[in-house]
């Protein structure tokens, strides 16, 4: 029989992605169980402390065993952190880490669900890897682990046995396919169908809000973006915004990068989609008004750069997120 860890951290951590994961993963068991006589996996709440609180002692979760008394599993999977002092979270849960990556140098795969990325990535299991967390974290993310290849934009990663997933309740989705991956394609369809989860899901783009890398000391980076947001109808030349600030292109690009994150051009991209996603989602305004409205004249453009970073096109996101529309 393989073998689950899920883990209970010490300190912020969401009762739901523990939950979730071991009523899911039962359901599993016992649908694998009427079948093959036999459960596949024996299923373990593991962490380092005998009592963990959530939400100042309103909820109470008590792990079977400590890291301690396992000396062998197949998969672990980390949860999501609950506070914004991720630091702290990784201090408070170090004796977890080492286990984590012990059990991986052994041959466990290993997952974690939306910030829960950030005890994983303070192991260094992450590093050239790729990863995804809840979108909201991703500035923070990037500017505490610079070697790893965060993509937002993904739902679910997968990557030399270890897998991450998007934001909040996305890790039903990362569930269901570790069941189907560990189990089988009918399991995991029958799980889905049990709790209603929207199987092959693959992007969490459609529910970003894009606020940008604000926290950062370039006042030429900083002058720029806001010349940017103030300027969206204008089809900015990248070229003339360096010159605007008397740097170099090759400069300005680098310090734009390193401040943000994203290109100057990327960031332009993605200040004029969410403007035009905020429109689509409260007003009556057609396509070709709100394309207009956000800097592009070519509707063929204007469609492939939507697309690409929210997974919809204009029509289909704006259906689906118009109030009026929805509620017609």
């Not at 939400?55 to 396992?70: A, D, Q």
């Not at 992450?126 to 909201?136: I, Y």
């Not at 897998?163 to 039903?172: E, H, P, Q, V």
């Amino acid at each position: 029989m393989k073998h689950l860890s899920v883990l209970v951290p010490v300190g912020h951590s969401k009762i739901s992605s523990i939950v979730c994961t071991y009523k899911v993963f039962n359901f599993a068991n016992a649908y694998w169980k009427s079948i093959h006589g036999e459960d596949l996996f024996k299923i373990q709440l593991v962490g380092i402390s005998d009592t963990v609180e959530f939400h100042n002692g309103v909820f109470m979760v008590k792990p079977h065993t400590n890291i301690t008394e396992v000396t062998k599993t197949n998969l672990i999977i980390i949860g999501a952190l609950d506070n914004y002092d991720y630091q702290f979270s990784i201090q408070q849960n170090q004796p977890i880490l080492d286990w984590i990556t012990k059990q991986y140098g052994q041959g466990a795969e290993v997952a974690s669900m939306c910030t829960g990325a950030f005890l994983l990535a303070a192991t260094g299991l992450l590093d050239g890897k790729s990863c995804s967390t809840h979108w909201a974290a991703d500035n923070t993310f990037r500017t505490m682990f610079p070697k790893v290849n965060l993509q937002t934009d993904k739902l679910i990663t997968d990557e030399n046995g270890i897998y991450t997933n998007g934001g909040a309740f996305s890790l039903l989705n990362l569930i269901v396919y570790l069941i189907e991956k560990y189990y089988d394609r009918e399991t995991a369809i029958y799980c889905a169908k049990l709790c209603q989860i929207e199987i092959d899901r693959n992007t969490q783009s459609p529910f970003t809000i894009f606020t940008g890398q604000k926290s950062h000391n370039d006042v030429m980076v900083q002058e720029a973006q806001a010349y940017i947001e103030n300027n969206l109808q204008e089809k900015i030349s990248m070229e003339h915004l360096a010159d605007k600030f008397s740097v170099g292109r090759r400069n300005f690009d680098r310090r734009f990068i390193k401040a943000t994150g994203n290109t100057p051009l990327e960031y332009s991209q993605r200040v004029k989609i969410e403007s035009a996603k905020k429109a689509f989602e409260t007003s009556r305004k057609t396509i070709n008004e709100v394309m207009y409205e956000v800097g592009y004249a070519d509707v063929k453009a204007f469609r492939e750069v939507f697309r690409k970073i929210t997974g919809m096109s204009p029509i289909e996101y704006k259906n689906r997120y118009n109030k009026d529309l929805v509620l017609n």
